[in-house]
């Protein structure tokens, strides 16, 4: 009795592929120039479409050239025609720009700003609301001095909103 594993050992061959004592012979070679035969389909009309698109691109180049040729004999290059569009105009264009920037800066602190008041004095509501109902039973100094400053908040956070 054989196992599978001596029988598939036995039929294989004692040396390499390379090696083999009777060489069969080679698959006849087919041209180089043309490899489209041994291709599959869809290998073909890629091959095609590749050169294809390189004719293109070619005669795209070919184009770029002749009108960069017809340019430069007429004497233009480009670079007059662009500095020609472009406008020297004086006067302080960028004081202005520097303006927009200051007063788009000082908006957004006076919004900052603007916004923590309103979280202190939501902080002096809430803390006033827990005083009132019991929740707290002896204030802390800092407590009492949060509560001292709500008017000055309501004072400050009114100032910024007429201001805007």
């Known amino acids: 009795y054989e196992n599978k594993y001596v029988k598939f050992f036995r039929s294989k061959p004692e040396l390499p592929p390379g090696l083999n004592p009777d060489p069969t012979p080679s698959p006849p070679?087919?041209?180089?120039?043309?490899?489209?035969?041994?291709?599959?389909?869809?290998?073909r009309r890629n091959l095609k479409r590749k050169e294809k698109r390189k004719q293109q691109q070619e005669l795209k180049n070919q184009e770029g050239e002749k009108q960069q040729k017809l340019k430069n004999e007429e004497g233009e290059d480009g670079l007059s025609s662009t500095l020609e569009k472009i406008d020297l105009g004086g006067?302080?264009?960028?004081?202005?720009?520097?303006?927009?920037?200051e007063n788009s800066d000082l908006s957004?602190?006076?919004s900052r700003r603007m916004k923590s008041l309103r979280k202190k004095l939501r902080q002096v509501q809430e803390l006033q609301q827990r005083l009132e109902q019991g929740g707290i039973p002896q204030p802390t100094k800092e407590q009492l001095e949060k509560l001292?400053?709500?008017?000055?908040?309501?004072?400050?956070?009114r100032g910024l909103e007429m201001d805007s």
């Open 91 to 101: 006067g302080g264009g960028g004081k202005k720009e520097e303006k927009k920037l």
């Open 29 to 43: 070679s087919r041209a180089p120039s043309d490899p489209s035969p041994s291709l599959s389909k869809t290998a």
């Open 148 to 157: 001292g400053r709500r008017k000055a908040l309501e004072e400050e956070l």
């Open 108 to 110: 957004t602190e006076r």
